[in-house]
């Protein structure tokens, strides 16, 4: 176990935690603003994969598959906002935890019916499929395009949030709706906007997993419970807590199977409990 | 959806059989109850043993003769008891066949046992089924664990590998798998020199897994993995470019999903009961009637289901015409398949047959596997097995 070995888990550590990042992201920021509990956020990844999956057969090419299966969708969950989303805003959490529910099995068996049930693989770009020597390590290239893609996608929206006018109108509105409303805000179309792009966000980290992970109808199941933990533990609608969260997830999760790996399953859960007791609003809560 | 699809289709089939019935009056008809998963993670290998079953039973020209019910066992022990009472009693069938996963097996054994209908294992491979839990009622045309495992063990470290890391989901058939290797290997002077356990279903991410292995300096890693599984193992053992060869359970590259894998797969060397390209008159003939039907090449899945039909058909050709004479007949099945001579061990109920150590290969630009040894007629232990 000598120090590359450590590098290396650091590393996957990171890959791991990105990921996490960029579906909790989403699903935080959507839940922040429009107090919306989105468990159907699993299943746009999902789509995300297997859209990103047949895009890449007609062109042969993963970078249209990777900027394409976003925007498809971001179109599924424009759908979704106007039929079912918009809906059940008032209608209380255990609804809308029933309805995105219940979109889970829909979603599980259209991709079904689809592309059905044998796991599929994308083949990543040819230009990632090597190893890229990084202090002192090999390590696989298209892994560490996603750590990179995670720490981008993380920059861009701390600057957007922090810097711009529209990050400013977000978080006068997930502070308070009805004020940033009488202030002049347009909040329906800003939660429109919102939801929208966390559902880009699940589609492209759905498309970035699947040549790693490989795409199944089980994907966007498994993947729900480690984002909503890393979503209660960093704290409900919060940036810095969907950081914190994923980072906190993905080193527990690499660490504790490289070590303790009989109790690695149990850890996060653990956590979770913990955090459940003495932090109940999470690590970094949106609202202070 | 699929649910109501199925009764309906249910529904439709009694109708239609009620009117058959009424107007032929020939009584020799064999009920079969198929039990399999349809939905969830192994709904792909219960379509293809279902392909497989459907086919043996058109080729042979006798649909007329059997009736087949379907049910799903959706992969949950206590739906998959439920669904072989409402079989037995409510449709009251002669011979029940399927099953993938060893867990429903495990919650149906009693069942079965005590209500003496026969039932035919086409996958289900847990080694306890046709061991010490073994029934006269229960006969497996699969394989089970051990027998697909231990051949690899004694292969390896014939063939200069000193040692092995293992790798395996933490499940009774992922330790089973790995159990008959290690015990295999370590016989023929091998040593296992570290092993892990990944949570089932819950590991996407093998990258930790491997770089331990990686570490272990270790000459081989050998791994079980089925499925969505598989494909990421593989997929992830070919990006971190790792130096030590992969060895599996044939299970790893099977034909199923190989393309999924891509080149990662090339050079992987596994065992396993059947190889589409083994090169036998049965074979070719089953692959050519199998793509002319539903043009695709056939896994080992739907083998077994093939098989199970075989069976079943040979059991009633020696006289078998209700549950008591189909269970007494079942055993004592012999013949040539596509997976070459086979035969149930009267003392277990359990198989008897080749086991393929095959390559993955690249040729003519397409993954294929090239047999480079074959162990013949791996019998499994009686174990603790009393009839």
Request: net charge negative; with cysteine; proline share 4%.
């Amino acid at each position: 176990m000598d120090l590359s070995f450590w590098i290396l888990q650091f590393l996957n550590a990171m890959q791991y935690s990105m990921l996490l990042f960029l579906l909790s992201i989403g699903l935080t920021v959507i839940f922040g603003l429009l107090h919306f509990v989105n468990l159907a956020h699993a299943s746009l990844y999902m789509m995300g994969a297997y859209i990103g999956i047949s895009v890449a057969a007609m062109t042969g090419s993963f970078w249209a598959a990777f900027f394409l299966a976003p925007m498809f969708v971001t179109l599924i969950g424009a759908v979704l906002y106007f039929t079912l989303i918009d809906r059940m805003r008032t209608a209380g959490p255990m609804n809308q935890v029933l309805v995105t529910f219940g979109l889970i099995f829909v979603f599980l068996d259209l991709v079904r019916m689809g592309w059905g049930d044998i796991a599929l693989g994308l083949d990543g770009p040819a230009s990632l499929s090597g190893t890229t020597r990084l202090l002192g390590v090999d390590y696989p290239a298209y892994r560490l395009f996603i750590i990179a893609l995670g720490l981008g996608v993380m920059a861009t929206m701390w600057l957007v949030l922090a810097r711009t006018q529209i990050g400013a109108m977000i978080r006068a509105s997930v502070e308070n709706t009805n004020m940033a409303a009488a202030l002049g805000i347009n909040v329906s179309k800003l939660f429109f906007l919102v939801f929208c792009f966390g559902c880009a966000l699940a589609g492209l980290a759905g498309v970035a997993a699947a040549p790693i992970l490989s795409a199944t109808t089980t994907m966007g199941i498994t993947i729900l419970i480690p984002t909503l933990i890393v979503v209660v533990i960093g704290g409900l609608g919060s940036l810095e807590g969907a950081i914190v969260g994923s980072v906190i997830i993905g080193f527990m999760e690499t660490f504790g199977a490289v070590m303790i790996p009989s109790f690695s399953a149990v850890l996060t859960y653990a956590l979770l409990a913990v955090v459940l007791i003495w932090r109940p609003q999470g690590l970094i809560p949106a609202r202070g | 959806m699929k649910n109501i699809a199925t009764k309906l289709a249910l529904v439709t089939g009694l109708c239609l059989n009620l009117g058959f019935t009424m107007i032929s009056t020939a009584s020799a008809e064999t009920k079969v109850g198929l039990l399999l998963p349809y939905t969830g993670t192994y709904a792909s290998l219960g379509n293809a043993i279902t392909e497989g079953f459907e086919l043996a039973i058109e080729e042979a020209g006798r649909t007329e003769e059997f009736t087949i019910v379907i049910e799903d066992t959706e992969m949950k022990p206590p739906v998959g008891l439920a669904k072989a009472r409402k079989l037995v009693y409510q449709d009251e069938v002669d011979v029940i066949a399927g099953v993938v996963s060893s867990g429903v097996l495990g919650a149906m054994r009693d069942f079965i046992h005590q209500s003496q209908v026969p039932l035919i294992v086409a996958n289900a491979g847990n080694n306890l089924a046709t061991g010490e839990n073994c029934s006269p009622y229960i006969v497996r045309v699969s394989f089970s664990n051990g027998q697909i495992n231990r051949p690899m063990g004694t292969w390896l470290s014939e063939n200069g590998v000193k040692t092995i890391y293992t790798l395996a989901p933490d499940y009774a058939a992922g330790h089973q798998m790995i159990d008959a290797f290690t015990e295999a290997f370590t016989a023929a002077g091998g040593e296992v020199i570290g092993s892990e356990f990944t949570p089932f279903g819950q590991t996407k991410d093998f990258g930790p897994y491997l770089t331990n292995a990686q570490a272990s300096g270790a000459d081989g890693i050998f791994v079980f993995y089925a499925g969505g599984e598989a494909i990421n193992f593989v997929k992830q053992y070919g990006s971190f470019n790792i130096k030590t060869p992969l060895y599996g359970s044939g299970f790893l590259t099977s034909p199923l999903y190989v393309e999924a894998e891509g080149d990662a797969a090339i050079g992987v060397r596994a065992s396993l009961h059947y190889i589409p390209t083994l090169d036998t008159a049965e074979n070719k003939a089953f692959i050519k009637a199998f793509q002319a039907k539903y043009n695709t090449m056939p896994s080992e899945y739907a083998v077994q289901g093939y098989d199970a039909a075989l069976a079943l058909m040979a059991a009633v050709d020696n006289g078998g015409v209700d549950r008591a004479t189909l269970a007494s007949q079942l055993p004592h099945v012999s013949y040539v398949g596509p997976r070459g001579p086979l035969e149930i061990d009267p003392a277990t109920n359990n198989i008897v047959q080749n086991i393929y150590i095959y390559d993955t290969v690249m040729e003519n630009g397409a993954l294929t596997q090239k047999i480079i040894d074959t162990v013949p007629a791996v019998r499994d232990d009686v174990a603790g097995c009393q009839m």
